[in-house]
């Protein structure tokens, strides 16, 4: 008895010491993490999903309290979330650590909230044991409710849009998404049952470089008479939840320019598709201009929506002459003379 008590012991001091006493993870691929002032204990490590409430920045009552996870100082916002860049980390205003994950091969996922008071987004970012920033990707906002028709205020007409994140093994992630037509009542409220409603899964692989390699969407479940052009369109803006980094990401797009060609007429002025190149170029201009110049034959289907791009002509300009090949800045700078005789794709 007394030896079964003394394992009991034993065992019960190794366990505090590991956990550090209270709930803290041990773990030296968090230590950089640590170095920020951040302990990792077991609230702060992700399960098998990452789902939010529902939350609305608009909301003057909403609060960071409504949300689990570890607030981040300005000095920790600086050394953790800046590097990624604009489209990944927006001007400082409320931002929570969520939580983190070891994905193997020493590295580190960390989810993250950042709210600017008109909408919020979910990063999932990638750092090696020194916390080095590996990849980023972005996520708007996760549930929403809206008018179909944003000029009335009596259309009782809402699209809803629900989605969550899973980690189905180490280094496997997966953006689940729902999305439907429904009515509301006068208070705003949804009522009855969807009159369409399709579900579709964005799977991503991690790969030993800390980046998230895009492998697809498939749909998963449709009911009703879904509505391609609000479907097509979310499915473009569920792209855009891809790695900074991986070349991959480039291929993936060029290889849906098809389909979202067969869903809009050439004449439709409101195809948000170009408005979506063009954010996918800010996530990382030169992998965009890089991958633009070694395909400038027919297998490059984003071409003709690369237009949008006039509008930020000066900063487009200074990345082109950035390349190293000379070849590619050439062709490129010739396709941006082009321009100047053509109008640039309509978009919203």
């Known amino acids: 008895m007394r030896k079964t008590r003394l394992l009991i012991l034993l065992a019960s001091t190794l366990l505090l010491a590991a956990c550090g006493g209270n709930g803290k993870v ?22 098998d999903s990452l789902t939010l409430p529902d939350v609305y920045c608009g909301d003057p009552n909403q609060t960071l309290d409504d949300l689990k996870g570890e607030a981040l100082s300005r000095e920790q916002y600086q ?19 969520l939580g983190v994950r070891d994905v193997g091969n020493g590295i580190t ?27 980023a990707i972005n996520a708007r906002e996760l549930h929403l409710v809206w008018r179909c028709d944003l000029s009335n ?26 999305m439907g037509r429904c009515l509301m009542d006068y ?10 409603q399709q579900a579709w899964d964005q799977d991503y692989a991690i790969n030993d470089k800390g980046h998230f390699v895009l492998l697809g969407q498939h749909v998963v479940d449709k009911t009703g008479s879904v509505d391609e052009y609000a479907t097509m369109d979310f499915k473009a803006w569920d792209l855009l939840v ?23 007429a050439p004449d439709y002025k409101y195809n948000p598709f170009p408005w979506d190149v063009a954010q996918l170029y800010k996530m990382n201009p030169q992998r965009f201009l890089n991958w633009m110049a070694a395909h400038r034959g027919a297998d ?37 003379a082009s321009w100047d005789n053509q109008p640039p794709t309509q978009h919203p």
Request: include cysteine; charged fraction near 20%; proline fraction near 3%.
């Open 153 to 178: 205020p009596d259309d009782d007409n809402s699209f809803t849009l629900d989605s969550y994140f899973t980690f189905s093994s180490p280094n496997r992630v997966t953006l689940h998404r729902v």
């Open 187 to 196: 208070d705003g409220d949804l009522k009855g049952a969807p009159q369409w």
């Open 300 to 336: 490059n289907r984003l071409l003709k929506h690369f237009k949008l791009l006039v509008d930020d002509r000066p900063q487009l300009i200074d990345e082109i002459g950035r390349l190293d090949d000379a070849t590619a800045r050439q062709w490129l700078t010739g396709i941006v």
């Open 26 to 47: 041990e773990n030296e691929q968090f230590a950089f993490l640590d170095n920020q002032g951040i302990t990792i204990n077991d609230e702060l490590m992700l399960g």
């Open 242 to 264: 891809c790695s900074q980094q991986d070349l991959g990401v480039m291929d993936v797009w060029n290889d849906f320019t098809p389909l979202v060609d067969e869903t809009y």
């Open 109 to 135: 996922l960390a989810a993250y909230y950042g709210c600017n008071g008109l909408g919020y987004c979910v990063d999932l970012m990638t750092y090696d044991r020194q916390g080095k920033l590996l990849d």
């Open 79 to 97: 050394a953790l979330v800046v590097l990624a860049g604009g489209s990944f980390a927006s001007a400082m205003s409320n931002w929570l650590l």
